[in-house]
């Protein structure tokens, strides 16, 4: 029975149809928006400055939100049940559907390297901030390819193959409350002077719910990489050689095995709000990043959750019984 903690495997199968055909429609409203302006109405209501009581508001308002989310998709999803029997299903088809981002981020990722392609690196800037949060100004060409690449490896597991992952394990209530932990640390997530204590508490739930889908993540990144370009080896040898160097618990081991899988090197310096982050760089330069490679990272992406949807049915194909 289709509900708010479970979906059948053909309706998961349907949002990821949806979302590869339509990707986010302008006119339809989108959760995370909303998500995302009651974490800066709560950030702005309650942060004080104050170390302790960020601490203790900032874990109020990652809890308050996460939880408000989840309830959110049960409630719509249980009237829309109660209203008629297919409406349950639609609703919980609906709400997963707005939980995937692989089309948009494929889109996003499409802007970038057309741009680059046509020598308009002013556009390829103007393009970046949807997919990265450092400063466009300061990146050259090589640095726009190495950034956008960082950025769908990283994204294919919060963007992707997370929502999938609780989207079989606890249907659309867990894939919505994934979708506002991963909203707020996007928001409120850093280590800088202002979020270091009121984002503390968002920071490590995202740690948290991200740790197995990472995971997952570079194996089906390595799987690709041998599918398509014959490089699993070099790409599972990036993983882990390099996946651990990162500052994240989590997204060294997308990047890692996504600079593994196309022989360039990511990672390094990076400008965020004026100031230099210094990151690790991940991977063997066999040669020189170059455009082509937004597009080799755009198809190992859609190819990897291809294969992470099929272990997932597979998974829970094996753990029914059946």
Known sequence: ??????????????????????????????????????????????????????????ALLACAVVLCAAF????????????????????????????????????????????????????????????????????????????????VAENCSDG???PLCFLFLGG??????????????????????????????????????????????AVCLAAAAALALGRGGPALGAWRADARKHASPNAGFPEATMAGALGIELGGDAVYAGEVEHRARLGRAERAANVADIGAARRLMRIAAAIGFCLLALLRYILSGH
């Open 1 to 58: 029975m289709e509900g708010g903690l479970y979906i059948s495997t053909a309706l998961i199968a349907a949002a990821l149809a949806l979302d590869l055909v339509l990707g986010d429609p302008s006119w339809m409203p989108h959760p995370v928006q909303l998500i995302g302006r009651a974490a800066a109405l709560g950030e702005v209501r309650l942060r004080t400055g104050e170390a302790r009581a960020d601490l203790r508001r900032g």
């Open 72 to 151: 959110a998709a049960w409630v719509l999803i249980a009237l829309a049940a109660s209203m008629a029997g297919w409406l349950g299903p639609a609703a919980a088809l609906l709400i997963a559907w707005t939980t995937l981002a692989l089309s948009s981020l494929d889109r996003a990722a499409g802007e970038v390297e057309r741009a680059l392609g046509c020598g308009r690196d002013d556009l390829a800037r103007a393009a970046m901030p949807a997919l990265v949060g450092r400063d466009p100004a300061t990146l050259g060409r090589d640095a726009m390819v190495r950034a956008t690449v960082e950025s």
């Open 172 to 217: 659309p209530v867990f894939a919505l409350a994934y979708k506002a932990v991963n909203t707020l640390d996007s928001m409120i997530g850093y280590r800088d002077e202002r979020h270091v204590y009121f984002g503390r508490v968002a920071a490590r739930l995202d740690d948290a719910a991200n740790f197995v889908p990472a995971r997952l993540t």
């Open 160 to 162: 992707v193959i997370a």
